[in-house]
């Protein structure tokens, strides 16, 4: 199946934005058989959008847009398809209520301007997106098949995961392709890549390696006849990728996140957890909270951002003065005081230099993390590319993966 | 001047990599007077290539490609180039002596299949690459010109700063093209666009209106002959939007983040800030401290997750039990508490359910932000897209809006 992707928006074309919603697809397209030849960007204009879609209709069997399904007079997708099929818009009356619904549930009336988003055409079908107001198209004719999705990522992913993709499988193919995801932390993608070398030549299963926010992910791809067979070679070909990684650095697979292992291995003990956090200004809690029912486990944190917090908050002014307040030792004193203060079980401390200025004599991208479960306190130094957001990620990301260690032995 | 980008590459096109050079280049175009009106990703095929460059060589005026200009046998932009426009290559002695040198200066002998690189069309001039193997090609012909520069971001970005941006620049004037958007919270897209409807059909300046997740920009863009007639056409609809919207709606231009603004206004009043978070569980306070230097006026956070933790940093538990725990009284008595418990100017609660589960029969979505400043309580409700990351960014963003409004009045 030959395939196409249109990513729609002027702002695109004056490099205000780059078009992740492409790489996103196009990453999705191998396990489900799909062979990408073409991406093209083009900006809100009607002509060169029907120009676009033309020539994609000519020469591909699926064709995939993003983006110009807004309310405002210059989100053209709607129309330059309904032009480049022949086809006449049509306001639905099922779309109309839904809009309507999903205006009321925030208590707002439907401006009449997102009448546009509540329109088809005789081919289309509409796309659920139950994160905005743009209903997608799934379009079919002549054997070929056009998808317009919404250009802002939570509402383009949400619908591919949900809708598209599940969809796009079940369509008759030539067997089925399976992924899994492993994922894993403390790796240089580079280490990763040289560990797993002897598998990269694989041509079925295949082994990918990609460096994501939250470590290295491998995802193994397996094409075969059934299902069965498929998930036989990724098991065998998982087996040894975790052999040659070692178990303990694979903290996941597939949708799997950190805050969510973490906080099911919580709930799982029936221990509550508390942090004391400098240098990631709040980002562990803020992140810990994002797992639904973290309020079970997770009794509260504090951001310590300057010292004068740090010692109202328990830790020991003489820790600071001796060692500075970028040191082991006060980390452990934070993860204590969080512990002790917040009446929780397993006490976080996080401090470091976030940057860009040194701190302590310590430069920026230096973190130290602690967590004290009670009855032992483990701490761990971070170095992490030295700029301040990157800096705030990877040591949250690592104190979950410390966490999750701690957890482990906590059975 | 009508553009076209064509990033070649079959990485791209597996979702491997992201195409951030054809967004670099797009976001130099504008003050450069170009237009960019297409945008085309395609794999290392000579025969898809080879119809990329000829529809692009039929439509526009420049051409500009990266990538696929290595050494390898797939490695076919020359190849492509030659053959859409009929032209034979050669290898050109200078560039075989100035690779030689190159490798030379590693202490390498040039392999044979780096000749490859060293070849030219006679419409073609070599460009230089002091960062890699891979010169450039510079293209003219048919009153056409063609750029091929090679894929790696720091080779192509130093090609195009010092050797290809100043020669477009030495060319007979085609005007200046300058944008510049207006940040606004607080309504939703459609009625955006409608309070500006009269204007979207302007052709010069244009008017965009996008949503973005700390709310609806609007992007002002005119092309004139000059920098200063330019400016002058966007002050004026600037002044004319901001007429419509209400000064105090619009909060930031271009680059500005809400989290900076209210930073700076902090420090230029010598003002300091501490928060009590529930639902957005710290993210007020990580949002926050993404700023350089924000220890200078963030006291710190207190993220109080459960009612337990409200109480033990100074909700009165009365007003937990008369009003439940996501309510006006509840954030107001939150933001006192932060203010007095960590000494600050100024304290911000929010209190609200991010989901999925209704709490206190309120439904998720629900917020109330409260701000104190000594003198008086500000206490607002939000009720954002009932999904729980969203919940928290949204009421983070509020929150900052807020907060902006607080200090405006605080002069």
Not at 103 to 110: K, P
Not at 196 to 202: G, R
Not at 269 to 285: D, K, N, Q, V
Not at 318 to 323: G, K, T, W
């Amino acid at each position: 199946m030959k395939a196409e992707i249109i990513s729609i928006g002027t702002e695109i074309l004056l490099g205000e934005i780059t078009d992740t919603n492409a790489s996103y697809i196009a990453s999705e397209l191998p396990a489900l058989g799909i062979d990408l030849y073409w991406v093209t960007q083009v900006g809100d204009n009607l002509g060169r959008l029907v120009e676009a879609l033309k020539r994609a209709w000519e020469r591909s069997d699926l064709i995939i847009c993003t983006g110009g399904l807004g309310p405002t007079d210059d989100d053209l997708t709607r129309e330059a398809i309904a032009e480049m099929l022949g086809e006449e818009l049509r306001v639905d009356p099922e779309l109309v209520e839904w809009l309507r619904g999903f205006f009321a549930r925030f208590g707002y009336e439907m401006p009449p301007s997102n009448i546009k988003q509540a329109t088809l055409i005789p081919s289309a079908r509409a796309i659920p997106n139950p994160r905005g107001t743009a209903p997608g198209w799934w379009v079919e004719r002549e054997g070929k098949l056009l998808i317009a999705m919404p250009g802002p990522p939570s509402e383009m992913q949400r619908m591919w995961e949900k809708e598209v993709s599940p969809r796009l499988r079940e369509r008759p193919g030539e067997g089925v392709i399976i992924s899994r995801t492993l994922k894993t932390f403390g790796y240089a993608e580079a280490s990763v890549g040289e560990m797993v070398s002897h598998l990269a030549s694989s041509a079925n299963p295949t082994l990918g390696v990609y460096a994501k926010p939250d470590g290295i992910h491998l995802r193994i791809t397996a094409k075969a006849t059934d299902d069965e067979e498929a998930r036989k070679m990724i098991r065998e070909m998982e087996t040894e990728v975790r052999s040659i990684l070692g178990g303990d650095s694979i903290w996941g697979v597939d949708a799997d996140t950190l805050e969510g292992i973490v906080g099911e291995m919580l709930a799982q003990r029936g221990l509550t957890l508390a942090t004391m956090e400098s240098c990631t200004g709040g980002l562990l809690a803020a992140t810990l909270t994002d797992v639904p029912g973290s309020s079970a486990y997770f009794k509260g944190g504090l951001v310590a951002y300057s010292n004068e917090m740090k010692i109202a908050w328990g830790v020991d002014p003489r820790l600071i003065a001796e060692h500075g307040a970028v040191s082991p030792e006060v980390a452990e004193a934070m993860a204590e005081a969080a512990r002790t203060r917040l009446g929780a079980d397993i006490g976080v401390g996080i401090t470091g230099v976030a940057g860009p200025e040194p701190l302590d004599g310590k430069i920026p991208g230096t973190a130290y993390i602690s967590i004290d479960d009670g009855r032992s306190k483990r701490t761990v130094s971070g170095t992490y590319p030295p700029r301040r957001p990157e800096v705030k990620r990877r040591a949250t990301v690592h104190a979950l993966f410390e966490l999750r260690r701690t957890l482990l032995n906590l059975r």
